[in-house]
């Protein structure tokens, strides 16, 4: 069941004292992950030494394409096995679940690409969360009055669910004619029906059209001031800011940093670990000439960078060598070179 809501203060008071470190301990961790593994043929997806996740507040995680956070969420999930690794719950050792034992132990997961069945109607879909998440009941499925009264207390819930996410007007409705930021907030009200402890979001935002963007944020919101945990995954540095009381990053598989949302900037391992990974990959741009997708998040990085830089006296007309060493495009750059690349945009 959600624990007692902390106030902002509270939140804050409380990580005051956390090292800005990977592996960092927590006053009062609800998850906490050891030594966790998963390899794809020679491919280190995730190698997590040591994760500490706070209760009662909005981890965000983040890091580059390919950095491990979808494998990291399979895993503590129970939708993926580690090589090796344990992590538990409130001391409660959790590998080896499937995930309706992990929900029915209280996390639950939604999905980057959602999984809303578009041929059913909103209300069966929300109502599939308490059977896909807590399992069938032998007993309640052989006697009818049993299963009837479960049946009825699980629509009212859905019912309550859609209502709390603006959606009880489209309960009818197949979720197949849901807008993109709509099946995010069907997906959100689908986990929610075993009345979870921790939530962890895969990338809430994406593919949401930017009028729900504020009232998503809200409902994030909402959940840990319900005094759930929330983990998510996240590419948009201003959704971060607005909404993470602590960040996590991971690059290459394992935690490289972690800080509060407006420390991030002081921490070298982040500014390198977005352009080390993007420094084969062509720069994206919109129409207008905005850096887009990952192109975005570097920016963001270099941008924190450089303030960062101002703010501790330095000044930028010497840029640092390892940042120059691997700007994206800067190939054929002498490796410590001390010359701005050119940036052309395509
Ligand atoms: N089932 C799989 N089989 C093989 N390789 C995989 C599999 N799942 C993930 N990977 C690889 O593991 C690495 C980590 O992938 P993952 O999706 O966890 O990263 P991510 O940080 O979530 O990335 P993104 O931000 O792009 O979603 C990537 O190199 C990816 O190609």
Same mark, same amino acid.
């Given at each position: ?12 008071? *409380? ?21 966790? &593994?998963?390899?794809?043929?020679? *491919? ?28 990291? =969420? ?36 939604? =999905? ?5 069945? &578009? ?45 709390? =996410? ?10 197949? &004619?849901? &807008? ?167």
């Amino acid at each position: 069941m959600p624990d007692a809501t902390l106030s902002a203060a509270q939140r804050s008071a *409380l990580f005051d004292s956390v090292a800005r470190e990977p592996g960092a301990a927590k006053p009062d961790p609800i998850l906490v992950v050891d030594g966790l &593994s998963r390899t794809f043929g020679g *491919l280190r997806a995730v190698d997590v030494a040591h994760l500490e996740i706070q209760r009662g507040c909005i981890t965000g995680l983040i890091g580059p394409n390919g950095a491990g956070k979808t494998t990291l =969420f399979n895993l503590l999930t129970g939708f993926d096995r580690p090589d090796t690794g344990t992590w538990s719950m409130d001391g409660m050792p959790l590998g080896g679940l499937h995930p309706h034992q992990l929900a029915r132990r209280g996390i639950v997961r939604t =999905f980057q690409l959602t999984k809303a069945l &578009s041929k059913m109607t909103v209300l069966d879909n929300v109502r599939l969360g308490a059977t896909d998440q807590r399992g069938e009941r032998m007993l309640g499925a052989l006697l009818p009055w049993m299963w009837h009264r479960q049946e009825r207390a699980v629509t009212e819930r859905a019912r309550e669910l859609l209502a709390r =996410f603006a959606l009880d007007a489209k309960a009818d409705d197949l979720a197949g &004619s849901l &807008s993109g930021g709509q099946r995010k907030l069907l997906e959100m009200a689908r986990a929610l029906m075993t009345e979870p402890t921790v939530v962890m979001l895969d990338e809430p935002m994406a593919g949401v059209n930017p009028a729900l963007t504020q009232s998503l944020l809200g409902h994030i919101k909402a959940l840990r001031d319900d005094g759930m945990t929330v983990v998510f995954v996240e590419h948009d540095m201003d959704v971060i800011r607005d909404i993470s009381d602590w960040v996590v990053v991971m690059a290459q598989g394992s935690v490289i940093a972690e800080a509060p949302p407006d420390q991030l900037s002081s921490s070298p391992a982040v500014v390198d670990a977005y352009l080390g990974s993007h420094h084969d990959q062509a720069l994206e741009f919109d129409d207008e000439g905005n850096p887009v997708g990952a192109t975005a998040a570097l920016a963001v990085a270099i941008e924190e960078a450089e303030a960062h830089t101002l703010e501790s006296g330095g000044d930028l007309s010497e840029p640092s060598a390892t940042v120059l060493a691997d700007m994206p495009g800067a190939a054929g750059q002498p490796e410590t070179g001390t010359e701005p690349p050119t940036q052309e945009k395509p």
